[in-house]
């Protein structure tokens, strides 16, 4: 009896010992769903409330802008002058600028020739947050490490 009870000790300790060594990473195998974004940005069209770009706020640059982002994936950013380009959001599968989330805001700007304006815009954006009318990016370069920040706000 005292065998078992030994055995029975024994084995309750190494099943503790095995669970307390799993990992509780319930998003290491997750895929975040990019379909909600998506839906939510081709509602509507949007502005520019911040564009800070490495601690410089730039957003005086773009806010009189109004950005269409279309079901086809084209994006226009129209004022006096229009800009055309291409827009998707993806999943990242990559642990570059926010490894608590893996979608990317992809923006790339093709018309007319780059300037200042599609280049600062032209990147793959990650999401920090969104909501029905808001939706917040972030960027750290990856080759002076500065940090840049986009928020668009539905009109």
Known sequence: ??????????????????ASMCSN????????????VVNTVTSGTWRITLYDDNGVNETNNYSNYIFTFNSNGVLTASNSTSYNG????????????NPDNDLDFNIAFVAPAPNSFTDDLTDDWEIVSYTATKIELIDVSGGNGGTDYLTFEKN
Do not use: G
């Not at 009896?1 to 095995?18: A, D, E, G, Q, T």
């Not at 990473?25 to 909600?36: C, F, G, K």
């Not at 291409?86 to 600028?97: F, I, K, L, Q």
């Open 86 to 97: 291409t827009w998707s959001v993806t999943t990242s599968t990559s642990n570059d600028d």
């Open 1 to 18: 009896m005292k065998k078992f009870k030994l055995f029975s000790i024994l084995s309750l300790l190494f099943v503790l010992n095995v």
């Open 25 to 36: 990473d319930d998003n290491s195998n997750a895929t975040a769903d990019p379909t909600p």
